[in-house]
């Protein structure tokens, strides 16, 4: 997901918030989790792998790609319209091997339970990965399982890890974005986040809001396939799209200006957004990509998006251009444009 | 560590525990554990890597072989003499690797942290962890982190997993044991468990024992390069020697026999099990291996660990029998012998 270490390495050059204690903000997957990871993580951990800031280290192996990458889940509740933590933990790991392009092939997976967890929930969970592995053809091939004190977790914790291999030719990276390109967006905004805010009963409604969760491996599969002139894969998990978008402006130095006329979503999700002020463009997103392309590229590649069940709703949303550096525009239906900025603190706690 | 899925994957086929909820037992590396993951995991995630039952799974792409590994860390208090779980949390990882013979490479890390986490004790995690990657010659190539409420968590839980490499030739499984091999134990019982409760105040005094926490692969890579019929090494960690031996008898359907007169314990530790009524053979250890070795290679396989600062005090601690299949047997030194069983329910919970 876009807020591993490995994307949000250099990416995002932030002055350090100046708070000494973890606050929620800081798992916002906006600029208090880039400062975090920036200041105590990347000086301790650093390594070409990690600084290349993407969503899953690059090592080569005996002439073999490998793409590396790991997730924790702690999302609440643990069941939701459209899916569980046992979902969401394959799922975010299989994406986050694809969006290098990789071929996501081995899993790993760390449970942390609370004590007085009910069995048939854990059962839950458990079949719930293994169907997820079975869409993604990964293998879950080792785990641990710990216990802590009643109290001292919220249920249920996963932590996943995965491996995948990179085809020759294949180079997928944050920092390749080029002025002309299309932005391509797989689907709709911000179904996760507002799935899992009515599982939370906090849309003071009736919503009939599911979660997008779904592994995307085949939908990367089938750009790859078309040939296109693929410069950069995301999927817009915490902080949505505008926060990854800000990511790739900054990793490739480009501005990139999205049509909100152009951008699809959910009437049911536009309306929750709008009662309780949200942006669609922050919200979480768990079964969608972005995806830079040549332009002369773009219709081939909506075409295969739109082909699959997990791309139907694929649009143009934007472009990339020389200008603002760094920067991400939105155009209004008006003509206007506005800047959009990266999330700063924490709009949605434990959303994944 | 030994309560991987891998490792507790077939071997230890024992009733499922009749409890509807966790319980801390089911963290305890012991028959609940098994029962927990051959109950609840196995089924669902079933493959050939995990079947295997080992610390690592093991994998083939492109004609490399990848060992695979995952572990959770929830150690309370978070520094202890001799270690944090920081350093926890590499070397447990390094070390899974280690035990299939693998060369360790790359790790991943996941953090979950609690609101209101004191920063600077974040800082000193990340620089343990930092420096026992150094030691271990792994990079940390990817991660990620999340945040939960105050109360959520316990501080700060890291869930690491690892990817290392196999040369060829090696072949070290826990069914490998057979008859007439020498058991070998790298150093002194129970170091990590009692450094632990002494820094919990559980002691009730003040005893100078230190976690013996320290990356293997130096220690095993020195093994190999013996040239000894290594035929199994497996790190005792939660459930301790006890337990592990068990699933080693388990895995191979071997007896194993121990000479308690040859168990290597220090009188600090020694004098703290007396006092609180624990057996140091269920005592957990983070930075000791055991290694079962063709009886004619013993010799140059203790020599090696001997001349190694993290074996200096390796043993050989028992034999491999024929008989009583799949069980551990303790000859004391007046010449009984009792049977060494698997740890039932929880010792020490949170010990890593």
Chains 1, 2 share one sequence.
Not at 128 to 144: F, K, N, P
Not at 266 to 278: I, N
Not at 279 to 284: E, S
Request: aromatic share 4%; charged share 20%; net charge negative.
């Amino acid at each position: 997901m876009s807020e591993s270490v490995t994307m949000q390495g250099l990416a995002c050059p932030l002055p350090l918030a100046h708070t000494e204690k973890i606050v929620l903000g800081h798992g916002s997957g906006g600029k208090l989790s880039h400062d975090l990871i920036k200041t105590y993580f990347l000086p301790a951990f650093d390594n070409p792998a990690l600084r290349a800031g993407n969503d899953a280290g690059i090592v080569t192996l005996d002439a073999t790609r490998l793409a590396i990458s790991a997730d924790s889940h702690v999302v609440a509740p643990l069941f939701f319209p459209g899916g569980d933590i046992g979902k969401l933990a394959v799922c975010g790991t299989v994406n986050d091997l694809a969006m290098m392009g990789a071929t996501p092939l081995y899993l790993t997976a760390g449970f942390i339970l609370e004590e007085g967890l009910d069995m048939t929930l854990l059962a839950r969970v458990a079949e719930s990965m293994r169907d997820a592995a079975r869409e993604a053809q990964v293998q879950i091939v080792a785990g641990d399982t710990k216990v802590v004190q009643r109290g001292k977790a919220d249920g249920l914790y996963i932590s996943t890890a995965g491996v995948g291999v990179l085809r020759d030719g294949v180079n997928i990276h944050g920092a390749n974005a080029q002025p002309g390109d299309a932005v391509i967006l797989s689907g709709t905004l911000g179904d996760h986040g507002i799935a899992v805010l009515s599982a939370r009963g906090d849309l003071g409604f009736d919503a009939d809001i599911v979660s997008d969760i779904a592994p995307l491996n085949e939908l990367v599969a089938a750009i790859l396939e078309t040939g296109a002139a693929l410069h950069v894969l995301r999927d817009p998990t915490r902080g949505g799209v505008a926060t990854t978008l800000n990511e790739i402006a900054q990793q490739s130095n480009v501005g990139i200006v999205l049509r909100e006329d152009a951008l699809p979503i959910r009437p049911a999700v536009a309306a929750a957004c709008e009662m309780l002020g949200f942006d669609p463009l922050y919200i979480a997103n768990e079964g969608k990509l972005l995806a830079v392309v040549a332009s002369q590229d773009a219709e081939r590649v909506l075409r295969v998006l739109r082909a699959h069940k997990y791309g139907a709703d694929a649009a143009l949303i934007g472009i990339v251009q020389a200008e603002p550096r760094g920067r991400v525009l939105l155009k209004t239906s008006i003509g206007s444009a506005r800047v959009v900025d990266v999330l700063m603190g924490e709009l949605l706690p434990r959303i994944c």
